[in-house]
């Protein structure tokens, strides 16, 4: 195995936070407004110029933008939406907040993304969305997706916490599908401590993100029932204290202001991987689809079982013990106990089942130095070797 074991532990995500992120969260400690005041909106232009959306609404955290989308969507009991297994549960289970019902489709074996013929194939007559994954922050097939969108009438939500900074075509994701979902997690591309966002180019939809987020309650004259003064407001429909605070919105904007740069130092690294491990016997590595650029959130190696004696949790606990944290993204979602009892059953997605047993997440975030990399490298190179079918 490697020589040296590294004294730290090295984790598969950490965020990066200096000094100018530090002052702007300490401006905003210091000024009149600490909740919901003048930098959310702040944050929010930065989000649009970033995504080329209309529209964009913080909220407290991506589970809270997966549930406001999915309610701005008019998801209701009955109602069917689609979705990737391969993603964290908070995706399907903002389906279940609002009544409906996730209904799986299988991945595309080397871009592990929802695969469009599989969404065809789950398609019914209470299909009311899709809700695609750009799992890693690859893109998905969006051209595909919309398409079939369009000859149903479905709803597109995007779920992209893992995908800021990504694009398709050309095209930023957060400006394709009718929603896109946004994490700013500690380990995603940047950070507001928690924190999500919705992006969007439907005024219809933007105004129920705005309501939802905060009680259903609104003070704007123009949608007042009545008006008894400017004191007055109205609890229009009900709605959840999904508020984000100016104290995240502060470090949010601080944040994107570097986004390019955490971008560029992932696809450095993607790069670094890529190249170590192109003629790496027992792994493969992840595709990207032609004319997308990734995010790089995470780089999922796959293990090649055929050509290795043991099976992933060996390798995984062998890279632990050389203090590299490799993680697992993600179990399905339908394999968790809660769906179990909601009467979903194994071998709903052969190949993301399949993906699930052999996946293995590497270090991968800006923080990180080549050195680090050389030594992930090398460690994964000489325990891959060591369990080679000879």
């Given amino acids: 195995m490697c020589d040296k074991v590294r004294e730290d532990f090295l984790p598969y995500g950490r965020q990066w ?48 933008a997966l549930h406001a989308a999915c309610f701005a969507a008019g998801i209701k009991e009955g109602d069917e939406v689609i979705t990737s297994p391969m993603t964290f549960a908070a995706t399907a289970n903002a389906v279940l907040y609002c009544g409906g019902k996730p209904v799986f489709a299988d991945i595309c074996p080397d871009t592990y993304n929802i695969n469009p013929e599989e969404i065809k194939r789950k398609i019914t007559d209470k299909t009311k969305a899709i809700i695609p994954v750009h799992y890693t922050g690859q893109p998905c097939d969006m051209d595909e997706i919309m398409k079939i969108a369009e000859e149903y009438n479905l709803l597109v939500i995007e779920d992209g916490a893992h995908a800021l900074g990504a694009s398709y075509k050309g095209k930023m994701i957060g400006n394709i599908g009718d929603m896109t979902t946004f994490s700013f997690h500690p380990v995603k591309p940047v950070t507001t401590g928690e924190g999500g966002a919705v992006t ?4 219809d939809f933007y105004e129920k993100l705005l309501l939802f987020r905060s009680h259903g309650i609104t003070r704007d004259a123009d949608k007042l029932l009545k008006d008894e003064g400017t004191w007055y407001y109205e609890q229009q429909i009900l709605g959840y204290n999904y508020r984000m605070t100016d104290i995240q919105a502060a470090l949010g904007c601080s944040q994107l202001n570097k986004l390019d740069y955490f971008l560029e130092k992932r696809r450095e690294y993607a790069k670094l991987y890529n190249d170590a491990f192109k003629d790496c016997e027992g792994v493969i590595r992840p595709r990207q689809l032609p004319d997308t650029l990734s995010g790089w959130h995470l ?31 993600y179990i399905p979602v339908y394999y968790h106990p809660y769906y179990q009892k909601l009467g979903y059953q194994r071998g709903l997605c052969p190949e993301a089942e399949k993906l699930y047993e052999r996946i293995i997440s590497l270090p991968l975030f800006p923080k990180m130095t080549k050195e680090d990399i050389m030594y992930v490298i090398k460690c994964v190179k000489e325990i891959i070797g060591v369990y080679i079918k000879r």
């Fill in 17 to 64: 936070i200096d000094d100018e992120d530090i002052a702007a969260v300490v401006e905003v400690l210091k000024s009149d407004y600490l909740t919901t005041g003048p930098v959310i909106a702040q944050f929010e232009e930065k989000l649009k110029e970033v995504t080329g959306a209309q529209y964009a609404v913080a909220l407290s955290n991506g589970t809270a």
């Fill in 200 to 203: 969007t180019n439907n005024k």
């Fill in 299 to 329: 780089y999922v190696l796959q293990l090649d079982l055929d050509k290795i004696r043991p099976d992933r949790r060996v390798i995984f606990d062998e890279l632990r013990i050389h203090n590299i944290g490799v993680n697992v993204h």
